[in-house]
C-alpha cells in the first residue's frame, strides 16, 4: 500500500501538489522492482511515454525510466514549462528508434537493430518531484524517473554507424560558461550497448520500447544546474547541435 500511495503523491506534484521528502519515499522503495512499480503507475495515469533514459555501470544491471511523450522536444527548443523546480542539463548520445527492433533474444539482434535506429544529440533536463535532489539515493531517484524532467533532440542522423559513440568530441556552452569542451567518455563505455541492453531487459515495461520513441544514454558532463533565462548549446561531433532556452 505504501508503494501504491507514493506513487499517487508522485503523480500529484506533477499535478502541481507538493513534493515527497526522502523520508517519505523511503518505506515506499526497498528494491529496483519497487521503483519500477511506481514508474509504471505514474506512467498509466501521466503518459502517453515518448521514450526512456537509460545508464549502465560495470558490475550492476542498467536502470531505465519513462520520458512522457509531452516532454520530448525538438532542438532548437523553447522550453517552457513552468512547473520545473531546478533545471539541471545534461548533454547525452541519444538514439531515435525508426522501426520496429528484432527479437532483443536474436543472435544478430545488435547487427540487425543498428539499421532501425538513428543517432542523435540529446539535452536532458532534469528534475525531480522531490524536495530533496541532492540527498536522495538511487532507488528513490528511479522511482521518480530517474529525475527526468524533459529531453531536447537535434536532427537524428541515419548514417552514424561508422561513428565511436564510446569516446565524442562533445562541447557544452550554459550562456556564457563552457562546462565541456573535448573528448568525453560516453557513460558505460558505448551508446550503442547501453541502448542494446535497454533493448533486453525492457521487456512490456511502461509500454515497452516503440518504434518513434527516443532513448537517451547518459550523461557527458555531469548535471550542472541552470538559472531560467539561460541559453544552452550543446554539440556532439557527428551528430551536430542541440539547443535549448528557457524563458524567464
Known amino acids: 500500500m505504501a508503494r501504491l500511495d507514493r506513487a499517487d503523491r508522485l503523480i500529484g506534484a506533477r499535478n502541481g501538489g507538493p513534493k515527497l521528502s526522502t ?11 519497487d521503483a519500477y512499480a511506481i514508474q509504471r503507475r505514474v506512467a498509466q495515469a501521466v503518459g502517453p511515454v515518448g521514450g526512456f533514459k537509460t545508464g549502465r555501470r560495470p558490475g550492476e544491471n542498467p536502470i531505465m525510466a519513462p520520458i512522457f511523450q509531452k516532454d520530448v522536444w525538438r532542438s532548437p527548443a523553447i522550453v517552457s514549462g513552468a512547473d520545473f523546480d531546478r533545471i539541471g542539463i545534461e548533454l ?3 538514439f531515435l528508434v525508426n522501426t520496429p527492433l528484432p527479437d532483443p533474444e536474436s543472435a544478430d539482434f545488435e547487427c540487425r537493430a543498428r539499421a532501425c535506429v538513428s543517432a542523435v544529440a540529446a539535452l536532458e533536463i532534469v528534475d525531480t518531484r522531490l524536495t530533496d535532489i541532492e540527498t536522495a539515493p538511487p532507488l528513490l531517484r528511479l522511482a521518480d524517473n530517474q529525475l527526468n524532467g524533459a ?8 548514417d552514424w554507424q561508422a561513428l565511436d559513440l564510446g569516446t565524442v568530441s562533445a562541447r557544452l556552452n550554459l550562456g556564457s560558461q563552457t562546462v565541456l569542451d573535448g573528448s568525453a567518455d560516453v557513460p558505460g563505455g558505448d ?3 547501453t541502448f542494446c541492453a535497454l533493448a533486453r531487459m525492457i521487456g512490456a515495461h511502461c509500454g515497452g520500447l516503440k518504434s518513434g520513441q527516443i532513448v537517451i544514454t547518459g550523461s557527458l558532463n555531469g548535471m550542472p544546474f541552470i538559472e531560467r533565462g ?8 557527428g551528430l ?3 539547443a535549448a532556452d528557457f524563458p524567464t
Do not use: L
Open 191 to 193: 551508446a550503442f550497448a
Open 151 to 158: 529531453v531536447v533532440i537535434a536532427a537524428p542522423r541515419a
Open 240 to 242: 551536430g547541435e542541440v
Open 92 to 94: 547525452e548520445v541519444g
Open 230 to 237: 539561460t541559453p544552452v548549446r550543446g554539440w556532439i561531433d
Open 23 to 33: 523520508g517519505e519515499m523511503a518505506d515506499a522503495v526497498a528494491s529496483a522492482c
